[in-house]
């Protein structure tokens, strides 16, 4: 991949004063431009995908879809955009749903202001850029995965299985799901059987825990 002049970028995150102090620490640099902003997961998508757009800067928990749902279909449909993610938590299980979901890179919103642009530039360059917690972590993991001789568990929810509990998690009423989602209140209610059925799951406050711990909502 070529290395454009000005990175264009898109902000994503649901917080409009996180956008503009992002935006601010990305245009002062002359490589970086903020080429548009969306406050949920599925603008996000919508705004990659219909521009020109070279890096997608996602928050990790965000309304409609989450910047890790995002991610995952941005990078499926466009592989040649790159994708940072961005979060408030310092949380491992976070950190590797983002390398599942394509992400090349890791940046806490608490060292925005000293490391966004270097991980933006990291990037682009097709090189992961990790928290120093992260890098630990990615060690650990090896290791103990070594150890083991196991390799990590897939997602065992299709990806319209995984925007049900997203919607459960939040509170959202059959109704509403079905009407999110442009499919019928009966086929959300087969989506939420098939859900508990693979996870083992016998209630919405264990489905709404498993979904705060797979980043989907926040706590």
């Known amino acids: 991949m070529t290395l454009p002049l000005v990175t264009r970028v898109v902000l994503a995150d649901d917080h409009a004063m996180v956008r503009a102090g992002l935006a601010r620490i990305l245009d002062a640099e002359a490589d970086l431009r903020v080429v548009g902003e969306a406050e949920d997961g599925r603008a996000a998508v919508e705004l990659v995908l219909a521009g020109e757009v070279d890096?997608?800067?996602?928050?990790?928990?965000?309304?409609?879809?989450?910047?890790?749902?995002?991610?995952?279909?941005?990078?499926?449909?466009?592989?040649?955009?790159?994708?940072?993610?961005?979060?408030?938590?310092?949380?491992?299980?976070?950190?590797?749903?983002?390398?599942?979901?394509?992400?090349?890179?890791?940046?806490?919103?608490?060292a925005a202001e000293r490391d966004l642009v270097a991980a933006c530039r990291a990037t682009m360059r097709g090189e992961p850029f990790l928290f120093p917690g992260a890098v630990k972590a990615v060690v650990r993991d090896y290791l103990e995965r070594a150890a083991d001789g196991d390799e990590a568990d897939a997602d065992p929810l299709s990806s319209r299985e995984t925007e049900v509990v997203k919607l459960i998690g939040e509170g959202h009423s059959t109704r509403e799901i079905a009407e999110a989602l442009v499919i019928s209140e009966k086929t959300v209610d087969r989506h939420r059987s098939r859900i508990f059925e693979k996870l083992e799951l016998h209630d919405r406050v264990a489905l709404t825990r498993w979904a705060i711990r797979r980043g989907l909502v926040e706590p």
Not at 59 to 75: F, H, K, N, S, Y
């Open 55 to 110: 890096l997608a800067i996602l928050d990790v928990t965000m309304p409609r879809m989450t910047g890790l749902q995002a991610a995952r279909e941005i990078t499926t449909r466009s592989p040649e955009i790159r994708v940072l993610m961005l979060s408030m938590h310092d949380n491992e299980q976070y950190f590797f749903q983002a390398l599942r979901a394509g992400a090349s890179g890791y940046v806490l919103k608490t």
